[in-house]
C-alpha cells in the first residue's frame, strides 16, 4: 500500500523595504518567520539567514538613495532541494527582471541559491 503525499508546491515572498539599519534587520527577521511557515530546513535556514543579513546590510549601507527602497524576494522550491534570494538596491533604474527560469542565474548583481 502506497502512502499518498500532498504535492510541494514552490513558494515566493517580496517585500519591499526602507533602505535603512531597520529595513535591514526586518528583512531577516521577515524572511526567517516565512522560512518557518515554509518549513525550511534548519540548517538551509541558517546559511540563508546569513546572507539576507549580508545583502540587506549592503542594500542599506551602499544602495542607499533618498527615498528609495529595496526589494527582497524569495523563491522556495522544495521538490527541487531549491532556494533562491534576490535583492535589488535603491537603484531604480537597475531593476531586475522577474526571475521565471530556475535553471538559469538571476538577474540581479547580488542574489544567491541555496541548496541542500
Given at each position: 500500500?502506497?502512502?499518498?503525499?500532498?504535492p510541494t508546491t514552490a513558494r515566493t515572498?517580496?517585500?519591499?523595504?526602507?533602505?535603512?539599519?531597520?529595513?535591514?534587520?526586518l528583512a531577516r527577521l521577515?524572511?526567517?518567520a516565512e522560512f518557518q511557515v515554509?518549513?525550511?530546513p534548519p540548517?538551509?535556514?541558517?546559511?540563508?539567514?546569513?546572507?539576507?543579513?549580508?545583502?540587506?546590510?549592503n542594500a542599506a549601507l551602499h544602495g542607499r538613495i533618498?527615498?528609495?527602497d529595496f526589494r527582497l524576494p524569495?523563491?522556495?522550491d522544495p521538490s527541487a532541494g531549491l532556494l533562491r534570494i534576490a535583492m535589488t538596491d535603491a537603484r531604480g533604474y537597475r531593476l531586475p527582471s522577474p526571475a521565471t527560469d530556475l535553471t538559469t542565474p538571476?538577474?540581479?548583481?547580488?542574489?544567491?541559491a541555496c541548496s541542500w
Open positions: 500500500m502506497s502512502t499518498p503525499h500532498s515572498f517580496a517585500e519591499q523595504l526602507s533602505s535603512t539599519r531597520r529595513g535591514a534587520r521577515l524572511a526567517v515554509w518549513q525550511v540548517p538551509l535556514t541558517e546559511r540563508a539567514e546569513q546572507v539576507i543579513a549580508e545583502l540587506a546590510a533618498q527615498g528609495r524569495l523563491h522556495f538571476p538577474t540581479p548583481s547580488r542574489a544567491a
